[in-house]
Nanobody, 123 residues
């Protein structure tokens, strides 16, 4: 089992900044892609950004230039620095990790989600 624990959400005024963190733990053999998704009320979950083990990044168009994703492979941790926040960034943000785990003598792929952290941007 691979667990993801997020932190860093909260309430911020428009134009402000927040930094989210997510740490993976468990029977991890290889942690490949880590990313952040978000889900606003009444909307589908959408990709915000993801980053590969080799630090290749991809961003949703709506956050490009404002958000920065990074990772610390030694700590199995991914970060999301969010600047110039807007009201429309208000959502529950979920961490996601994909990779390979080794447990009970077997390798298998995993696709794990964190519990979500609320980000609220006020005007």
């Amino acid at each position: 089992q691979v667990q993801l624990v997020e932190s860093g959400g909260g309430l911020v005024q428009a134009g402000g900044s927040l930094r989210l963190s997510c740490t993976a733990s468990g029977d991890i053999f290889s942690l490949n892609v880590m990313g952040w998704y978000r889900q606003a009320p009444g909307k589908q979950r959408e990709l915000v950004a993801h980053i590969t083990k080799g630090s290749i990044t991809n961003y949703a168009g709506s956050v490009k230039g404002r958000f920065t994703i990074s990772r610390d492979n030694a700590k199995n941790t991914v970060y999301l620095q969010m600047n110039s926040l807007r009201r429309e960034d208000t959502a529950v943000y979920y961490c996601n990790a994909k990779g390979t785990q080794f447990a009970s003598g077997y390798y298998s792929n995993f696709d794990s989600w964190g519990q979500g952290t609320q980000v609220t941007v006020s005007s």
